[in-house]
């Protein structure tokens, strides 16, 4: 197996995570429309503004709890009810969905001098190539209410989704980052905590569990007492679970590479229809037909070859031509 490289590990400093209000607005409404006209921001930044941010209208425009569907152009906005009022510069606040936070103008910085922070893009971003960079992370402490205290011990992962700005010569970035656990946020009864300039680990995530790299706090200094270890401890719940949960599996599945099974095994698939299926396909010609398939309807079907294709006889070997059937005896 060659070389795999290890998962870097770095930390942003100057961090305040954002969660209401993001952008203060003003904008026009329509009695049983569900648009917001002539968006104009009052503080902040229109262009901040995401589909399924909540939209907290301060003069009851709205109901509680309408959200962004649709931005036409950043003027105009369209949202998940209507209006109950009209209303012509109306003031209303954008607050991030869940488990979604805004950092801007946090501080990078890479004690092994590997990556800058032009380097770092977020797994949502236009120019984002998966096969020359991986998705990056930070690990926040939790707290059990938005705006709340911290509470010890506990820390969670965010991926950046988006990076909107990078400066190279302060090494300043400013990003959106969301949930990266499994599940949701709300499913862990917990939040970010959203203090003002803490300081936070951020590394790569790996490739199919988005798992980070434990680290020496004395080299990565600042971060929270215990996040060394965060990533082990998010980890390692999910590990167990994989290490435990034993066969039968349900669901779908594609195995590249050799598979050996001990015991005995079956594959439970759809009767009476053509959803379900069996197949072994050749993997230097992936896109080829199969070579043995078994389908919903129970039907067994090996792969047909040209009529003037011989294959290598060998004992007990069963092959199809386009017009013949081959058997080996002997």
Not at 13 to 29: E, Q, R
Not at 40 to 58: K, T
Not at 102 to 111: C, K, M, P, V
């Given at each position: 197996m060659p070389y795999t490289n290890q998962l870097f590990i770095g930390k942003i400093?100057?961090?305040?995570?954002?969660?209401?209000?993001?952008?203060?607005?003003?904008?026009?409404?329509t009695l049983g429309q569900n648009t917001i006209t002539n968006l104009?921001?009052?503080?902040?930044?229109?262009?901040?503004?995401?589909?399924?941010?909540?939209?907290?209208?301060?003069s009851s425009n709205f109901n509680v709890g309408v959200t962004i569907i649709s931005i036409e152009s950043p003027t105009q906005i369209t949202l998940s009810e209507t209006a109950v009022l009209n209303g012509t510069d109306v003031f209303f606040g954008a607050n991030t969905k869940e488990g979604q936070y805004?950092?801007?103008?946090?501080?990078?910085?890479?004690?092994q001098n590997l990556i800058t922070v032009n380097d770092i893009t977020g797994s949502l971003d236009i120019d984002y190539n998966p096969l020359l960079s991986p998705i990056y992370g930070v690990i926040g402490a939790g707290s059990t209410s938005l705006g709340g205290s911290l509470t010890p011990g506990k820390f969670f992962s965010y991926k950046i989704t988006e990076k909107i700005h990078s400066d190279l010569i302060t090494s300043k970035f400013s990003a959106f980052i969301e949930w990266a656990a499994e599940g949701s946020e709300s499913d862990s009864g917990y939040v970010l905590y959203t203090a003002y300039d803490q300081v936070l680990a951020i590394g790569a995530l790996s490739d199919t569990s988005s798992y980070q790299n434990i680290y020496d706090p004395s080299l990565i200094e600042g971060t929270p007492a215990g996040s060394g270890v965060a990533a082990y401890q998010i980890a390692i719940p999910l590990i167990d679970k994989a290490i435990n949960t034993p066969f039968p599996f349900t669901g779908s599945a594609q195995i590249t590479g050799s598979l050996?099974?001990?015991?005995?095994?079956?594959?439970?698939?759809?009767?009476g229809?053509?959803?379900?299926e069996f197949s072994i396909k050749?993997?230097?010609l992936p896109t080829s037909p199969s070579l043995f398939s078994v389908n919903g309807e129970g039907t067994i079907q090996f792969f047909a070859y040209d009529n003037s294709y011989t294959p290598t006889p060998i004992l007990g070997g069963i092959y199809f031509t386009s017009q013949s059937l081959y058997v080996g005896l002997q």
């Open positions: 400093t100057n961090v305040f995570p954002s969660y209401d209000t993001v952008v203060y607005m003003s904008g026009n409404t104009e921001a009052n503080n902040g930044d229109i262009n901040l503004l995401r589909v399924g941010m909540g939209i907290q209208s301060f805004l950092i801007q103008s946090a501080s990078f910085i890479d004690g050996a099974v001990t015991g005995s095994s079956k594959f439970i698939i759809p009767v229809g053509i959803d379900g050749s993997g230097s």
